[in-house]
């Protein structure tokens, strides 16, 4: 409306463009940079410290899956005898351990027998499915359902095997060790069980020698293992409370081998 009057004498125009005050620069200048300055700092803080605190959380419950498949022919056999002829090994059982990025970090199976792996234990666990579906054919009773059954059987040993060794570690007070590396421990279980299941097709009555050898080399090998673990990778002091759930370890492989060697159609027997 004031620019349709033109330059009118005695006509006020308004201003169009106002000086700012000084408080007023005072003022934007400071909240944009509270703004851009400090919460923007505290926000990248803020995602920068949550960004590492997942990260070595990830890295510290779960590692590198990667890192567990890193095996060849002549770790494979060699782990095995570890697993199943623990007695024999006469080297050591502590992991070789090297510096990456600065920080202390474990050389990978391929070039350390004492390191954990998953390819041994799925394989073995695959190997334990088709050997109990076999081992039903032969005795007349395989089916697509009994298979899903002992598949599902095999499952839930591994799972039971991961808490008992989970919990025991926590009981400790040393519950740090990698998820993966409890996965990998437990599933040791099934390369016992295929030795076992293995001699029970070939010739019925060496299953009743092979369960019991199974069961003890694999006490063994895990309580050899968890001391490791305790006492130098978690850095747990030792103690009696230690020693009785060690054995309690061993001693539960009896059971829970009896109840996966019992190949049949039955959940529970």
Not at 184 to 201: D, K
């Amino acid at each position: 409306m004031y620019n349709n009057l033109g330059a009118q004498p005695g006509v006020p125009r308004p201003p169009t463009n106002p000086q700012p005050t000084p408080f007023g620069n005072a003022f934007y200048g400071a909240g944009s940079g509270l703004i851009r300055g400090g919460l923007g700092a505290y926000g990248e803080r803020i995602l920068g410290s949550s960004s590492e605190y997942v990260q070595s959380n990830i890295s510290r419950y779960f590692s590198d899956p990667q890192y567990y498949f890193q095996v060849n022919d002549h770790y494979v056999r060699n782990k095995l005898k570890v697993v199943l002829l623990p007695f024999l090994h006469r080297g050591h059982w502590t992991r070789i351990s090297e510096p990456v990025g600065g920080r202390l970090s474990y050389k990978p199976p391929i070039f350390d027998i004492n390191a954990p792996d998953l390819y041994i234990p799925f394989m073995a666990f695959g190997t334990y499915v088709v050997l109990a579906g076999l081992s039903l054919g032969l005795q007349g009773k395989f089916s697509p359902e009994a298979l899903n059954w002992l598949f599902a059987k095999g499952l839930f040993g591994w799972f039971l095997q991961v808490t008992l060794l989970k919990v025991m570690l926590l009981s400790l007070g040393s519950g740090e060790a990698p998820l993966l590396d409890i996965l990998a421990y437990a599933g040791y279980t099934f390369t016992g069980m295929c030795l076992a299941v293995l001699g029970r097709i070939v010739w019925r009555y060496s299953y009743y020698f092979l369960m019991p050898w199974t069961c003890l080399c694999m006490g063994v090998f895990l309580v050899k293992t968890m001391k490791r673990v305790l006492f130098a990778e978690v850095r747990s002091y030792d103690s009696s409370k230690h020693h009785y759930l060690l054995l309690f370890i061993a001693l539960v492989q009896f059971p829970l081998f009896t109840w996966l060697g019992n190949i049949s159609v039955n959940w529970l027997f």
